[in-house]
C-alpha cells in the first residue's frame, strides 16, 4: 500500500494506534478481527489497481488496451485525494498511470467549473445488470449515477 502526499500523523491510527501496548493487544482491546475486517474493507474500498506504468504519454485507448491484454497490473495503491472520487458509469475523467505508479487524471470530456469529477470503478461497458451486480458485491453500493437511474 503507498500513501501518497502529505498528511496528518493522526491519519494512519486506524492501522495502528500511536499508543499501542502489549496489554491492549493481550486484552483483544485492538487487532481484532473486527478491527482487521474494517481495515480490509477500506483498503478494498479505496484502493487503485495500478494497471500499467507507462514511462511515457501514450494514447489512453492503446493504455487500455495493452494493459488489458497483458493484465499488466503491477500492485495496488491508496491515493488520499483520488480516494474521494466517486464512481459513475458515464464517468468525465479517467486515471492514467505515469511513472513509478503516480497517476494523472484526464479528462474524458470538457468539465464545466464545479463540477465534480468521478472516475469508473469498473469496465462501463458492461450491460446495467453486471454493473449492478459487480459494484454491489465488490464495493457495497448501489450506484445512483445518471446512467444507472435510467436502467442503461
Ligand atoms: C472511494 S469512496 C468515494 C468517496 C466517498 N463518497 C466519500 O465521501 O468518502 C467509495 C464510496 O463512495 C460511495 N459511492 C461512490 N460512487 C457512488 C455512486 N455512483 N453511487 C452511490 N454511491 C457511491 C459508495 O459508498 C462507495 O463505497
Redesign the pocket.
Known amino acids: 500500500m503507498v500513501i501518497s502526499g502529505a498528511a496528518p500523523s493522526g491519519i494512519l491510527d486506524i492501522l495502528q494506534p500511536a499508543n499501542l501496548t502489549q496489554g491492549m493487544i493481550l486484552k483483544q482491546e485492538v487487532l481484532t478481527k473486527q478491527w482487521y475486517t474494517d481495515v480490509l474493507a477500506r483498503i478494498r474500498?479505496?484502493a487503485f489497481r495500478i494497471e500499467l506504468a507507462a514511462g511515457v504519454y501514450e494514447d489512453l485507448l492503446s493504455l487500455a488496451s495493452a494493459s488489458i491484454e497483458a493484465e499488466a497490473a503491477v500492485g495496488n495503491a491508496i491515493y488520499m485525494l483520488p480516494?474521494?472520487?466517486?464512481?459513475?458509469c458515464d464517468p468525465n475523467t479517467h486515471i492514467v498511470w505515469i511513472e513509478n505508479a503516480d497517476a494523472k487524471l484526464k479528462a474524458l470530456r470538457d468539465i464545466d467549473e464545479g463540477e465534480e469529477l468521478q472516475i469508473c470503478y469498473i469496465d462501463a461497458s458492461m450491460s446495467y445488470d453486471a454493473r449492478e451486480s459487480l459494484l454491489s458485491q465488490g464495493?457495497?453500493?448501489?450506484?445512483?449515477?445518471l446512467r444507472c437511474m435510467s436502467g442503461d
Open positions: 474500498i479505496n480516494s474521494f472520487y466517486n464512481h459513475d464495493f457495497g453500493f448501489k450506484c445512483n449515477c
